[in-house]
């Protein structure tokens, strides 16, 4: 393929992209999910504390993690993200919470694990839900009272059963759970019993025979995920680490939009005076590069917006920030380009020799440069909590974005127009006026003679 046919494809590509993001992302406000800090809500992230005799490890967080989302779940709020931030936090974003109060009152609650009578249950509702195999029943305060607490247990454990090879989970208790559990065991044969995490049930198994020694399998045709949940649910009765708020933030819905409109507006503002500068400095090469902008702009746009359905993405300030901040990276390596194109004119080179070979040099130049900002970027994702996270992300999506704008676009382009345009009207595209255009190779045989 020849380089003609290599740009006219990138550039076909490119308009490809540019039609489907717009599909993507357009009416954006519908299409872009927006944060916490932009439509309003609560912001809390909860960190966990270690003790003399217990430290912060992944299998306690794992247990912490349990007890916030059934937490949560009380509350009854939509859109809820819940995220482990480093080793030893956890990140709650409630969007759109009307009782701020309730919710921080609810999360800064004691996880509570207790083993309930399902036919002393006085919730006919309740109780039908639970025998018809429904998950995740929630009991009402006043409704139910547990026969024994989980801080009696000791340990629970996945194992697999010999005769069914299935998965089961095994728990055991101190000597005064296996007391509790052996006479409500040996009274309840073939009852169900409710293990309830905060007010909702996880779990809800049949006594199959009494239990007399405290240890105790739990079987139910469990897949890796529900038996690694309900074991973890059963060491929660204990959690020996404290969660602490180490940071909460409530937003109102009209601040939000507020500074919404106050990002746009700076994001917009910045992207016209980059405009203006390019198109004063460069003249038509300007244009070209506003161009780029634009195209960088609805590829960006069209990533959140796919981001954004899969849940990936909540647009924040941080965020605008990060948005703001790559337009000038975008506007930089546009610049790099133009430079380096008009420098190697200068220095004798024909338009098409300086577009080809001056683009190249530019954008391994740029490249550079910005790969270490993405390194930052990563990093900063990597341990950063909170929506700090937000910047970092859209800074290295905005920095993906400008190394495919400037191999898909910007140097096709240039090369583009250097084949016929640009030698034709120096002045307009802001190139020295003297231009050194290729000559026809000699033809062979002796020359005229005057």
């Known amino acids: ?71 949560v779940d009380r509350l009854g709020a939509s859109e809820v993200s819940i995220q482990r931030q480093g080793a030893d936090s956890i990140l709650v974003q409630m969007p759109g919470l009307k009782n701020a109060d309730e919710a921080l009152q609810v999360l800064g609650s ?27 029943v929630k009991l009402k305060d006043g409704t139910y009272t547990p026969f024994m607490t989980g801080d009696v247990v000791t340990n629970a454990v996945i194992s697999t ?13 101190n000597p005064e759970g296996t007391k509790i559990w052996a006479d409500y ?33 739990i079987s139910g045709k469990f897949t890796p995920a529900e038996a690694k949940n309900l074991k973890t649910v059963l060491q929660t009765g204990a959690l020996p680490v404290t969660l602490e708020f180490s940071e909460s933030r409530v937003v109102g819905p009209t601040l939000g939009q507020d500074s919404l409109r106050q990002g746009v507006l700076a994001a917009g503002v910045g992207l016209l005076l980059v405009a203006l500068y390019l198109i004063v400095f ?11 902008l634009v195209v960088f702009a609805l590829v960006f746009m069209g990533i959140l917006a796919a981001l954004s359905s899969f849940g990936a993405f909540a647009l924040s300030l941080p965020g605008i920030a990060g948005i703001v901040l790559t337009i000038g990276l975008a506007a930089d390596s546009s610049i790099l380009i133009l430079e380096r194109f008009r420098e190697e004119v200068r220095m004798g080179r024909s338009v098409r020799q300086a577009a080809k070979s001056g683009s190249l040099h530019a954008i391994w130049t740029s490249v550079d440069a910005d790969l270490v900002t993405f390194v930052s970027a990563m990093m900063l994702f990597s341990v950063a909590i909170g929506p700090v996270r937000g910047f970092a992300l859209t800074l ?43 000559q026809a190779p000699a033809t062979k045989g002796g020359g005229a003679r005057a």
């Open 1 to 71: 393929m020849d380089p003609k046919q290599r740009n006219a494809l990138a550039l076909a590509v490119i308009a490809l992209l540019v039609i489907g993001s717009w599909v993507l992302f357009w009416p954006p406000q519908a299409k872009i999910t927006q944060g916490l800090d932009i439509q309003g809500g609560l912001s809390v992230i909860l960190t966990a504390r270690e003790t003399s005799s217990t430290a912060v490890t992944n299998d306690v967080m794992d247990r912490a993690e349990i007890i916030v989302r059934n937490r």
């Open 110 to 136: 004691t996880g509570q694990l207790e083993f309930v009578d399902v036919a002393s249950i006085n919730d006919t509702t309740a109780v039908a839900a639970i025998q018809s195999g429904q998950d995740k």
């Open 161 to 173: 059963d010999s005769k069914t090879n299935q998965l089961t989970v095994d728990l055991s208790m």
């Open 185 to 217: 065991t040996t009274s309840h044969v073939n009852q169900l019993v409710a293990i309830v995490l905060d007010g909702i049930i996880q779990s809800a198994p049949s006594v199959n025979e009494p239990i007399l020694g405290g240890s105790t399998s």
């Open 282 to 292: 460069y003249r038509g090469l300007g244009v070209l590069a506003v161009s780029a």
């Open 396 to 438: 290295m999506i905005g920095i993906g974005c400008d190394i495919a704008m400037m191999i898909l676009y910007k140097r096709p382009a240039l090369m583009f127009l250097a084949e016929n345009v640009l030698a034709k009207a120096p002045g307009f595209w802001g190139i020295p006026k003297v231009v050194h255009v290729e």
